[in-house]
T-cell receptor
Framework: GDSVTQMEGPVTLSEEAFLTINCTYT??????LFWYVQYPGEGLQLLLK?????DKGSNKGFEATYRKETTSFHLEKGSVQVSDSAVYFC??????????FGPGTRLSVLP | ETGVTQTPRHLVMGMTNKKSLKCEQH?????MYWYKQSAKKPLELMFV???????ENNSVPSRFSPECPNSSHLFLHLHTLQPEDSALYLC?????????????FGPGTRLTVL
């Protein structure tokens, strides 16, 4: 079945640093790809998504591009803030399959 | 975000208690899900309902009993739980299951079993 692999972290950065969280996937079909964010004590919130190859999802300064040739959907942000400290989940959804989540990457941003 | 709500937000119960978790979605979706999130474990899919029919039960112990009376409401009935069942229980919804739709999550119920 489909699967998602992402760096588990934790990732610790200083404020205003550049962020990359790697995500790669395997899928038999043409899945949609997602990044979710979970702040402490809360549920998962959709951060961004892309539904086809070469689409770029973006939100709150975060970006990720659906790369079919490398089966990747890496999350990037140019300048992180303390308020970005959270757990980030890469995920995919595909026809005939349940949603598949990566293990999550904990990000800590220090002032 | 009020698309998916869950009550209660926190629950403490003894091993002999019976309690229920409630989830409601206001998005007009047809699929609803229960997930379990334990510390240092991946997100675990427990149950899936699509158009009120249960389509997935991922080997969940019978002490967890889901109920989906309509497409907007989902319950998880809890009975004689174990301490290892302590976790964050997340409800989600999507337009339909097993396609490329986005899932939207509630805030979760933090369950502690004493």
């Amino acid at each position: 079945g489909d699967s998602v692999t992402q760096m588990e972290g934790p990732v610790t950065l200083s404020e205003e640093a550049f962020l990359t969280i790697n995500c790669t996937y395997t899928a038999t079909g043409y899945p949609s790809l997602f990044w979710y964010v979970q702040y402490p004590g809360e549920g998962l919130q959709l951060l961004l998504k892309a539904t086809k190859a070469d689409d770029k999802g973006s939100n709150k300064g975060f970006e990720a591009t659906y790369r079919k040739e490398t089966t990747s959907f890496h999350l990037e942000k140019g300048s992180v803030q303390v308020s970005d400290s959270a757990v980030y989940f890469c995920a995919l959804s595909d026809f005939g399959q349940n949603f598949v989540f990566g293990p999550g990457t904990r990000l800590s941003v220090l002032p | 975000e009020t698309g998916v709500t869950q009550t209660p937000r926190h629950l403490v119960m003894g091993m002999t208690n019976k309690k229920s978790l409630k989830c409601e979605q206001h998005l007009g979706h047809n699929a609803m899900y229960w997930y379990k999130q334990s510390a240092k474990k991946p997100l675990e899919l427990m149950f899936v309902y699509n158009f009120k029919e249960q389509t997935e039960n991922n080997s969940v112990p019978s002490r967890f009993s889901p109920e989906c009376p309509n497409s907007s409401h989902l319950f998880l009935h809890l009975h004689t739980l174990q301490p290892e069942d302590s976790a964050l229980y997340l409800c989600a919804s999507s337009q339909e299951s097993k396609n490329t739709d986005t899932q939207y999550f509630g805030p979760g119920t933090r369950l502690t079993v004493l």
